[in-house]
């Protein structure tokens, strides 16, 4: 071979290592974009304790509708009842003949 040949050949190398380390430099910058969108979306998702916090919060909006709920069926059991409806009456009456002076 003589030096020319081998010049070109070695040029022909370099050129191949160069257009190689490039694809390389390339393929470094993406893994590196899409590692840092993943930590991004990573530092910004909801952590153990972000969940923690909303099931406390959840429990005890559920345990306050629990007692309304609670309290709301005893009022309308209460108001649904015969016997509160004559008590009432007569809680009424007896409220009206002593204001309309009718009892001394």
């Given at each position: ?21 490039r694809e390389l430099i390339h393929?470094?910058?993406?893994m590196a974009m899409k590692l ?69």
């Open positions: 071979m003589t030096a020319q040949t081998e010049i070109g050949t070695l040029a022909v190398k370099v050129g191949e290592i160069s257009g190689q380390l393929q470094q910058n993406n840092d969108g993943l930590t991004e979306r990573m530092l910004t998702s909801p952590t153990r304790a972000d969940f923690e916090k909303l099931e406390q919060r959840v429990e005890a909006l559920e345990a306050e509708r629990h007692r309304n709920d609670g309290v709301r069926g005893f009022v309308l059991g209460v108001m649904r009842s015969p016997v509160a409806a004559w008590a009432v009456a007569a809680g009424a009456a007896l409220f009206a003949a002593f204001k309309g002076d009718v009892l001394k």
